[in-house]
């Protein structure tokens, strides 16, 4: 099962406004990261949050977390057409004594001229 | 220039012939890993490998093969496709995931139609 959930599904702002996206998460993490997929082709890795940090930012890119409501978002200020794409939460979880990266199901973000 | 390399980026074959979709990785990272991607349904890890010559299931195996003979390249097999394998393909590489401060460079992709 998926591990996060991005919130909303879908995203549609006009250029220029800022976007924000949601990602909670079920249990204990080490790290949560963020990635973008323009359409069809491999993701993008975009930033990475500690467990101990609760905001990095990155050029246009505001993460937060929050380890007591196990959630994170992803701003994205002055946003451009360039920006439309699906943006991903993924945590590391131990499964039965491995690593594994696990995806959430994406907010899909379009960004209108 | 560092990157994932996959191969083919289209394929279309038919039920039952086996294929290879091919993953190479230029940066040594010990890490790589296989996902498809469906609607609906996120990316959802087939198989990785921590090393050479250590290979894991991930959450959906079934129906595929891996390798890991050279810790450059791991490439995926289907030895008889079924149109329910039909999907998105993607390699994924990375030093190594259990660190905190890794990332996963992921290829471009690999679209299969299984008729």
């Known amino acids: 099962s998926q591990q996060g959930e991005e919130d909303p599904q879908a995203l549609s702002i006009q250029e220029g406004e800022n976007a924000t996206m949601n990602c909670s998460y079920k249990t204990s993490i080490n790290n949560l990261q963020w990635y973008r997929q323009n359409s069809g082709r491999g993701l993008v890795h975009l930033i990475l949050i500690r467990s101990n940090e609760r905001e990095k930012h990155s050029g246009r890119l505001r993460v937060t977390l929050d380890t007591s409501k196990k959630s994170s978002s992803l701003l994205i200020t002055a946003s451009r057409a360039a920006d439309t794409a699906s943006y991903f939460c993924?945590?590391?979880?131990?499964?039965?004594?491995?690593?594994?990266?696990?995806f959430g199901q994406g907010t899909r973000l379009t960004i209108n001229p | 220039e560092a990157q994932v390399t996959q191969n083919p980026r289209y394929l279309i074959t038919v039920t039952g012939k086996k294929l290879t979709v091919t993953c190479s990785q230029n940066m040594n990272h010990e890490y790589m890993s296989w996902y498809r991607q469906d609607p609906g349904l996120g990316l959802r890890q087939i198989y990785y490998s921590m090393n050479v010559e250590v290979t894991d299931k991930g959450d959906v195996p079934e129906g595929y093969k891996v390798s890991r003979k050279e810790k450059r390249n791991f490439p995926l097999i289907l030895e008889s496709p079924s149109p329910n394998q039909t999907s998105l393909y993607f390699c994924?590489?990375?030093?190594?995931?259990?660190?905190?401060?890794?990332?996963?460079?992921f290829g471009s992709g690999t679209q299969l139609s299984v008729l």
């Open positions: 994924a590489s990375s030093f190594d995931p259990r660190g905190v401060n890794e990332k996963l460079f």
């Open positions: 993924a945590t590391f979880l131990l499964i039965q004594g491995a690593q594994k990266l696990v």
